[in-house]
């Protein structure tokens, strides 16, 4: 049933889902304390108590679970026409005609899922992920997620080697910069002014010889008119800065571009089973 009305769902048109997805993350906020919490904490804590943006937050949460339906199971020419224009396409073009392998790094920010459709449209990508909790998700992501040009490698330890496969080979890879890494894949690392326990994997693959490392979203446009692609590149590192610390001041500069459209519910900030605190 679930299946069905995913593929239901995605024949809606955009407007109309984006429209839903609001009514969405109200009910959610209004319906669990434990994720109000987490959303108004980690708000305040980079800074934005205004309820503008609160708003923004609840109501995105809520689009981009109602779009993954469109994201995931129209043709992929269909999802690259939702993108009105690409925002730093320069930057892809030159790592290409440079001969160098790409790594995108896209957080929880507008529709993320869009970045590795578009990429695909040209040259082959492998997207690291996890395996979803509920098992009947995971033939809708591999349907979803791996069409064409998108190769998923699973994050483990053989995913990771799918990546660096692909890199040698001068291809893109794409990763989740701002998931919580299980025990032994992290650093306790500041982002937005608290420890976050924050994998270093991401930084890892950017500091690969000819390679080069982009950051990616797809904002959403107002009443559903569909998505521009941003691509920016990573910062030049501060003197005595980490390289995880280097990407998480490269993902809180992105997120600081469209605040309202980043996913402050997720839990950012957990202490994974077996990880030390920070001391």
């Known amino acids: 049933m679930s299946r069905f009305l995913m593929g239901l769902a995605a024949r809606f048109p955009l407007p109309i889902l984006h429209a839903l997805g609001a009514l969405l993350g109200w009910a959610m906020y209004g319906l669990s304390p434990t994720y109000r919490r987490h959303l108004r904490g980690n708000l305040e804590a980079a800074g934005y108590t205004d309820a503008a943006t609160r708003r923004a937050a609840i109501a995105g949460a809520g689009r981009l679970l109602a779009e993954l339906p469109a994201i995931w199971l129209r043709p992929r020419a269909a999802v690259a026409g939702l993108v009105r224009r690409i925002d730093g396409r320069e ?28 990429a695909a449209e040209e040259f082959p990508i492998t997207v690291l992920y996890r395996a979803p ?38 291809e893109a890879v794409g990763v989740l910069p701002d998931q919580v890494p299980g025990e032994g894949e992290g650093e306790w690392v500041e982002f937005f002014g608290k420890p976050a326990y924050t994998m270093t994997l991401g930084a890892k ?32 590192a501060e003197p005595g800065e980490s390289s995880t610390r280097r990407m998480n001041r490269a ?26 605190e920070k001391t």
């Open 205 to 236: 693959l950017a500091a690969r010889p000819s390679s080069v490392c982009l950051l990616a979203f797809g904002e959403r446009l107002p009443r559903g008119e569909g998505y521009v692609l941003h691509i920016r590149p990573l910062p030049v």
């Open 251 to 276: 993902l809180e500069a992105l997120i600081r571009e469209c605040p309202g459209q980043y996913l402050w519910g997720y839990n950012r900030y957990k202490r994974p089973r077996g990880a030390q």
């Open 133 to 170: 909790k509920l098992a009947w998700l995971q033939p809708l992501i591999e349907r979803g997620r791996g069409q064409d040009n998108v190769r998923l490698a699973r994050a483990d330890l053989s995913g990771v080697r799918e990546l660096l496969a692909a890199l040698l080979r001068r």
């Open 91 to 118: 930057l892809v073009d030159a790592a290409r005609a440079a001969g160098q392998g790409i790594v995108f790094l896209t957080p929880h920010l507008g529709c993320f899922e869009i970045a590795a459709k578009i």
